[in-house]
C-alpha cells in the first residue's frame, strides 16, 4: 500500500500547503490488559526458580517433570486471559502431550519391530565422506585425554552443547507458545513433523550408534573402542545433578535410535525457527555455528555417525520447505478465493444496476 | 520463514462498505480490498476482523482470520468510554472543539462534565482488542480512528 503525495504547485513551498501537525493519541493511552504486569512478574519468577532448580538439583529432565515445568510456565504466562484462550491452549497442550507420547513410544519399540539392524552402512558412509577415516575414531585419538586430569576446554564446550538439547528446544518452543499462537502453530506443524518422520526413520532404520558399535560389551566391534564421555565436562563445569539426571532418564531411552539425531536436528531447527529474528549478519552466522558444534560434539562423543547428523539436518530443511509451500499455497488459495467472490459480487451488482437502468428506460 | 506479518484489522465500517454495493465508499473499499489481499497473499500483511463483524463464514473473507471477543474485552471497553481518552478522541475528531489536544489527557485528565463523551462502546471495543493484540494499522471508513496514531486504509 503507498501513501502518494500530489506534488505542491510550481512556486510555492510544499510546506506552506500542508496543514498545521495535528496531535493523534497513542494506541498506549487505551489501558493495557491489567494482568499484563501479572503475568510479566510471574513469569520472571519462574525464570528465576528454574535457574535456581538448574543450579542446585539439576535440570529437569523427565517427561512427566518437563511437562509439569512447561504447565506451570503457560499458566504464568496466560494468567488473566480469556477463558476461550485457555481453552484453546488446554487443547494444543493435549495434542502436545500426545505428538511427545507418540515419540517415545514409537522410540522405544524400533527395535523389536523386525526392521534389520543398520552397523556396518553407516559407518561405511561416514568412511566415504571422510576418505576412508573412521571420524569418530579419529577425534578421538586426537582430541581425548581419559581421566579427570585429561578434561580439556573442548570438552566443557561440547559437553555444554550436548546437553542444551534438553533445554533449549523445549524453552523455544515454551516462548514461543506464550508470545504468538500464529508463531507456535507455525513451529508445531513444522517440529511435529520432523519428530514423525524420524519416528518412522527409527523404525525402518534401527542403526547402532558408534559407542556400541565399537564396546566390548556388544558383539557387533566393527570399530576400535571409543570413550562415551558425554558428562564429564558438564560434571566438570559442576552440573552434577544433571549429568546424574539424565544417565537414569537415558534407562527409558532406546540406544539403537539413532537415525537420524535429533541432537543435530533441534539444534538446527531452532537457530532457523528464530533466524529471521535476528538482524545482524555476523550474529546469525554465529547462530547457525551452533549446529555445526553440536554435529562435532556428536561424533567426538561417539554418540553418533556424521550421516546421522546431516540426515537430522536434512529433515529440518525438509520440514520447513514442506510447511512453507503448504502455507504458500493456502494463501494463495484464500486469495484467489477472496478475489473470485469479490468480483462474482462486483459483476453481478453491475448485471443489477444495467437491469434497473433498463427498467427505468 | 519470516517474522509475523503485521496485521491490518478489518473494521465494521469497512466490511460492511465491502458487503453493500450501493455505499458511497464501495469502489474505494473494494480497491482497498484487493491491494489487502494482494499483500496477504505476499505475506507482507495478516488479515484479522472481529469475529461479530465478519458473521458465519463468508468466502469474501476466506484470508481475513477471526478474533473472539470474550467479556473481559467488553468490560474494559465499557471502562474506556467512560475514561478521559473518551472525551480525548471527542476533542480530537470534532473540529468545533479543536483539533489539538494534550496527549496527557489520556493518562491523567477528568473528563470535563460539558463535553459528550461520543467515543461508543463499538469503537471502543475495537481500540481495546487492537490494543491487546498489537495491531496498528485499520480499514475502515470510520474518522474516529483518525484520531490514533494508526495507520488508516484505504488513504485519505
Not at chain 1, 493511552?29 to 535457574?51: E, K, L, N, Q, S
Not at chain 1, 520447513?320 to 499455497?329: L, N, Q, T
Request: net charge neutral.
Amino acid at each position: 500500500m503507498s501513501l502518494d503525495v500530489d506534488p505542491a504547485p510550481e512556486g510555492i513551498d510544499a510546506t506552506e500547503l500542508e496543514p498545521p501537525p495535528r496531535t493523534r493519541i497513542p494506541l498506549s493511552a487505551v489501558p493495557r490488559d491489567p494482568f499484563f504486569w501479572v503475568r510479566v512478574v510471574a513469569m520472571i519468577c519462574y525464570g528465576i526458580g528454574y535457574v535456581y532448580w538448574f543450579r542446585t538439583k539439576g535440570l529437569i529432565i523427565d517427561r512427566i517433570s518437563v511437562a509439569l515445568s512447561v504447565a506451570i510456565f503457560l499458566s504464568c504466562a496466560f494468567a488473566g486471559k480469556p477463558w476461550r484462550r485457555w481453552a484453546i491452549l488446554l487443547i494444543d497442550a493435549t495434542l502436545y502431550a500426545l505428538m511427545w507420547f507418540c515419540y517415545e513410544m514409537t522410540r522405544g519399540a524400533a527395535d523389536h519391530l523386525g526392521f534389520p539392524l543398520q552397523v556396518q552402512a553407516l559407518r561405511n558412509i561416514d568412511k566415504f565422506l571422510f576418505f576412508g577415516t573412521d571420524p569418530n575414531v579419529w577425534m578421538q585419538r586426537r582430541f581425548y585425554h581419559p581421566g579427570a586430569a585429561g578434561i580439556r576446554w573442548y570438552d566443557d564446550v561440547a559437553s555444554a552443547t550436548y546437553y542444551t538439547h534438553f533445554v533449549f528446544p523445549v524453552i523455544a518452543m515454551a516462548v514461543v507458545w506464550a508470545a504468538s499462537r500464529y508463531q507456535w502453530v507455525r513451529f508445531m506443524k513444522r517440529f511435529a513433523t520432523l519428530l514423525g518422520v524420524a519416528c518412522v526413520m527409527f523404525v525402518v532404520f534401527p542403526t547402532v550408534p558408534p559407542w556400541m558399535a565399537s564396546s566390548p560389551k556388544y558383539h557387533y566391534r566393527i570399530l576400535p573402542p571409543l570413550a562415551r564421555h558425554t558428562g564429564r565436562g558438564f560434571t566438570d563445569l559442576g552440573f552434577h545433578g544433571f549429568v546424574k539426571g539424565w544417565q537414569q532418564a537415558l534407562d527409558w531411552g532406546n540406544a539403537i535410535a539413532a537415525m537420524p539425531s535429533l541432537h543435530a536436528a533441534f539444534s538446527l531447527f531452532v537457530p532457523a525457527f528464530y533466524l529471521p529474528w535476528i538482524r545482524r549478519k555476523p550474529l546469525k552466522a554465529l547462530v547457525l555455528v551452533f549446529p555445526l558444534i553440536m554435529l562435532t560434539s556428536l561424533v567426538y562423543f561417539g554418540e553418533h555417525w556424521v550421516i546421522d547428523g546431516l540426515v537430522g539436518w536434512a529433515l529440518v530443511g525438509g520440514s520447513f520447505w514442506f510447511w512453507d509451500r503448504v502455507e504458500r499455497w493456502q494463501r494463495e488459495r484464500r486469495a484467489a478465493l477472496a478475489l473470485h467472490t469479490l468480483d462474482e459480487r462486483e459483476a453481478m451488482s453491475g448485471v443489477r444496476g444495467a437491469s434497473v437502468a433498463t427498467a427505468a428506460l | 520463514m519470516s517474522p509475523t506479518p503485521p496485521t491490518v484489522l478489518l473494521d465494521r465500517s469497512f466490511v460492511e462498505a465491502l458487503r453493500d454495493d450501493a455505499h458511497e465508499a464501495h469502489a474505494r473499499v473494494v480497491e482497498c480490498y484487493r491491494e489487502l489481499v494482494d499483500d496477504y497473499e505476499a505475506r507482507r500483511i495478516r488479515l484479522r476482523a472481529r469475529i461479530d463483524v465478519l458473521g458465519r463464514r463468508d468466502p469474501l473473507f476466506a484470508p481475513v482470520e477471526r478474533i473472539h471477543i470474550a467479556a473481559q474485552h467488553r468490560r474494559a471497553a465499557s471502562r474506556l468510554v467512560r475514561s478521559p481518552i473518551g472525551v480525548a478522541v471527542v476533542v480530537a475528531t470534532d473540529p468545533s472543539i479543536g483539533h489539538a489536544i494534550d496527549p496527557a489527557i489520556g493518562e491523567s485528565g477528568d473528563p470535563p462534565a460539558d463535553v459528550p463523551v461520543l467515543l461508543d462502546e463499538d469503537t471502543a471495543l475495537t481500540l481495546v482488542l487492537m490494543r491487546r493484540e498489537g495491531i496498528t494499522r485499520i480499514a475502515t471508513l470510520d474518522a474516529t480512528f483518525d484520531a490514533f496514531e494508526l495507520t488508516v486504509f484505504p488513504a485519505a
